[in-house]
C-alpha cells in the first residue's frame, strides 16, 4: 500500500473515532439531563407525599385542639347602655363555647334562687322599698320586632367570614309606649344543626317601648377553632333581675340569621402572592388563596415551583 493510501486510511479513522467520541458525549449528556429530570421527579412527589401528610396532620390537630376563642363588643348608642360607657372600648372573650343554652338557663334559676333566699334574709322595710322600685313585666310584654346579621371581614376571599354582626330590635308591647325595661341578651352559636353553644352576653340596657331607636348590635370575630361551616344564630331577651327568658328570636324566624357563612382567622389569613421573574423581561404572577385549605395552597405552590424547574432542566 502506497504512503497516500495509508495516510488516507489513518485519516479515516481519526474521523470515525472522532464522530464515536462525540456520540459518546451526546449520550453522556442525555444520561445527564435524564438523571435530572428523575430527581426533579422524585423531589416533586417527596413534596407532595410530605405536603399531603402535613395537610391531614394540620386537618387532624385542628379537630383534637378543641379551643375556640371569639371577640365580641357591644356597637350600641350610648344612650341606650345602662352604664354609660363607650362600649365598643369593652371588648369580651369567649373561650372554650362548652355552655349550652339549657346549662345558661339552668343556672340563671339557679342564682335567682340563692338570691331570693338572701332577700327573705332581709328586713320588712327594705324589701317593700325594693318591689315598689320594681316594675313588673311579663312575658308577653316583650317581643324581638327584627333581628339579622351581617358578614363583614373575610381575609382569603373564600365566602367565609371571620367577622360578622348581630342586630336586633327589642320592644315592649301592651304597656304605655313611654314605659321602659332594662334587658340584656344572650347569644348562641349552632354548627349545622348541633346544640346551641353560648358565645355572648350583652351589657344591660334600656328599651322604650316600640320606639326602633333602641336597637342593640354586638360585632363579634372568631379568632380559634372554628373550620369553616355554616352557624346559626339565636338571641334570648331577659329583663335585668329575672331569670326567665321574655322572647327568643333565631334562625326560625329570620333567614338572616341562617347558615352564616363563617370560619375563625387561623383558617382565614390574606393570600399569599408569588411572583417570578424571567431572564428575558417577561413575568407571571400566581396567587395562592390560603385559609382553611392553605396547605393545599402551598402544595399547589411547591408543586408549580419543582415543575418549572423540572421543565428548564430538561
Given at each position: 500500500?502506497?504512503?497516500?493510501?495509508?495516510?488516507?486510511?489513518?485519516?479515516?479513522?481519526?474521523?470515525?473515532?472522532?464522530?464515536?467520541?462525540?456520540?459518546?458525549?451526546?449520550?453522556?449528556?442525555?444520561?445527564?439531563?435524564?438523571?435530572?429530570?428523575?430527581?426533579?421527579?422524585?423531589?416533586?412527589?417527596?413534596?407532595?407525599?410530605?405536603?399531603?401528610?402535613?395537610?391531614?396532620?394540620?386537618?387532624?390537630?385542628?379537630e383534637q385542639v378543641n379551643t375556640t376563642v371569639i371577640?365580641?363588643?357591644?356597637?350600641?348608642?350610648?344612650?341606650?347602655?345602662?352604664?354609660?360607657?363607650?362600649?365598643?372600648?369593652?371588648?369580651?372573650?369567649?373561650?372554650?363555647?362548652?355552655?349550652?343554652?339549657?346549662?345558661?338557663?339552668?343556672?340563671?334559676?339557679?342564682?335567682?334562687?340563692?338570691?331570693?333566699?338572701?332577700?327573705?334574709?332581709?328586713?320588712?322595710?327594705?324589701?317593700?322599698?325594693?318591689?315598689?322600685?320594681?316594675?313588673?313585666?311579663?312575658?308577653?310584654?316583650?317581643?324581638?320586632?327584627?333581628?339579622?346579621?351581617?358578614?363583614?371581614?373575610?381575609?382569603?376571599?373564600?365566602?367565609?367570614?371571620?367577622?360578622?354582626?348581630?342586630?336586633?330590635?327589642?320592644?315592649?308591647?301592651y304597656v304605655n309606649p313611654y314605659d321602659q325595661a332594662?334587658?340584656?341578651?344572650?347569644?348562641?352559636?349552632?354548627?349545622?344543626?348541633?346544640?346551641?353553644?353560648?358565645?355572648?352576653?350583652?351589657?344591660?340596657?334600656?328599651?322604650?317601648?316600640?320606639?326602633?331607636?333602641?336597637?342593640?348590635?354586638?360585632?363579634?370575630?372568631?379568632?380559634?377553632?372554628?373550620?369553616?361551616?355554616?352557624?346559626?344564630?339565636?338571641?334570648?331577651?331577659?329583663?335585668?333581675?329575672?331569670?326567665?327568658?321574655?322572647?327568643?328570636y333565631s334562625s326560625d324566624d329570620s333567614n338572616s340569621?341562617?347558615?352564616?357563612?363563617?370560619?375563625?382567622?387561623?383558617?382565614?389569613?390574606?393570600?399569599?402572592?408569588?411572583?417570578?421573574?424571567?431572564?428575558?423581561?417577561?413575568?407571571?404572577?400566581?396567587?395562592?388563596?390560603?385559609?382553611?385549605?392553605?396547605?393545599?395552597?402551598?402544595?399547589?405552590?411547591?408543586?408549580?415551583?419543582?415543575?418549572?424547574?423540572?421543565?428548564?432542566?430538561?
Amino acid at each position: 500500500m502506497s504512503n497516500i493510501t495509508k495516510q488516507a486510511s489513518l485519516q479515516n479513522n481519526v474521523i470515525i473515532h472522532g464522530t464515536k467520541n462525540h456520540g459518546i458525549k451526546k449520550h453522556g449528556t442525555k444520561n445527564i439531563l435524564h438523571l435530572a429530570a428523575m430527581f426533579s421527579l422524585k423531589l416533586i412527589v417527596t413534596a407532595i407525599v410530605v405536603l399531603t401528610f402535613l395537610l391531614f396532620s394540620y386537618s387532624s390537630f385542628a379537630e383534637q385542639v378543641n379551643t375556640t376563642v371569639i371577640k365580641s363588643y357591644d356597637n350600641t348608642q350610648a344612650v341606650n347602655a345602662v352604664n354609660n360607657e363607650d362600649s365598643a372600648n369593652k371588648t369580651t372573650t369567649t373561650s372554650s363555647l362548652n355552655r349550652t343554652r339549657d346549662e345558661v338557663t339552668k343556672q340563671k334559676i339557679k342564682q335567682a334562687r340563692e338570691q331570693s333566699s338572701d332577700f327573705n334574709s332581709v328586713n320588712l322595710s327594705v324589701k317593700k322599698s325594693l318591689k315598689t322600685s320594681l316594675i313588673r313585666f311579663y312575658e308577653d310584654n316583650f317581643v324581638i320586632y327584627d333581628g339579622y346579621a351581617q358578614l363583614i371581614e373575610d381575609s382569603d376571599g373564600d365566602s367565609y367570614y371571620q367577622t360578622f354582626s348581630v342586630t336586633f330590635d327589642a320592644d315592649l308591647i301592651y304597656v304605655n309606649p313611654y314605659d321602659q325595661a332594662v334587658v340584656y341578651a344572650e347569644l348562641y352559636l349552632s354548627g349545622n344543626g348541633g346544640p346551641w353553644l353560648h358565645y355572648y352576653s350583652t351589657d344591660s340596657f334600656v328599651i322604650h317601648g316600640e320606639s326602633t331607636d333602641d336597637a342593640f348590635e354586638v360585632v363579634s370575630t372568631l379568632e380559634q377553632g372554628f373550620n369553616s361551616n355554616h352557624y346559626d344564630v339565636l338571641i334570648d331577651l331577659y329583663v335585668q333581675g329575672n331569670p326567665n327568658i321574655m322572647t327568643t328570636y333565631s334562625s326560625d324566624d329570620s333567614n338572616s340569621l341562617y347558615a352564616l357563612p363563617l370560619e375563625s382567622s387561623d383558617y382565614d389569613p390574606e393570600y399569599v402572592e408569588y411572583v417570578e421573574i424571567y431572564s428575558d423581561g417577561y413575568y407571571s404572577e400566581t396567587y395562592i388563596q390560603a385559609g382553611s385549605n392553605s396547605l393545599i395552597g402551598i402544595l399547589t405552590m411547591v408543586a408549580l415551583l419543582l415543575f418549572r424547574q423540572f421543565k428548564r432542566a430538561s
